[in-house]
């Protein structure tokens, strides 16, 4: 069983469609493995994602934000092989890698380093939904209850 039928529960449900998405990103991502990710906290707000991308260049890789989804797509240039290949290890096969992304989450860079691409990722809370610190103050004594006492 691996289709799960979620429609029941959205038939009732107002303003989940968020959740819905996530969790059809979720179903049909599982089914690949390639290409191979980590996802490191490197700190309390960030993130790091690491992908090995053996096999493409900078110019082949394409990195957008929509809809709170990190989409990365990979297309292998069309240059014709130089040699016969008797055995190909490394696939360099076209890609697209969908991630959701929690809210306030931004996309700070991306860089590529021995066939590894490096996202960085950063919690971005606004100052409205901070939590803040409201100071308490003492009552000064009212001028009426002065005279009155008088």
């Known amino acids: ?3 799960m039928n979620l429609s029941p529960l959205f038939r009732t449900a107002i303003g989940f469609d968020r959740l819905a998405r996530l969790v059809d990103t979720a179903a049909s991502t599982a089914e690949t493995g390639y290409p191979p990710y980590n996802i490191e906290k490197t700190a309390d707000d960030s993130y790091r994602l690491t992908m090995a991308v053996a096999g493409f260049r900078p110019d082949d890789i394409e990195l957008t ?26 696939a360099g096969r076209a890609f697209e890698r ?16 021995n066939g ?16 803040r610190r409201i100071p308490v103050g003492t009552a000064a ?6 005279a009155q006492a008088a």
């Open 1 to 3: 069983m691996n289709a």
């Open 65 to 90: 934000v929509k809809d709170n989804s990190l989409i990365v797509a990979a297309r292998p240039p069309a240059e014709a092989p130089q040699a016969e290949v008797l055995y190909r290890g490394i």
């Open 98 to 113: 969908r991630f959701a992304l929690a809210d306030h989450i931004v996309v700070e860079g991306a860089s590529m380093e």
């Open 116 to 131: 590894l691409l490096h996202v960085a990722l950063r919690r971005v809370v606004p100052e409205a939904l901070k939590p």
């Open 141 to 146: 004594p009212r001028v009426e209850a002065v």
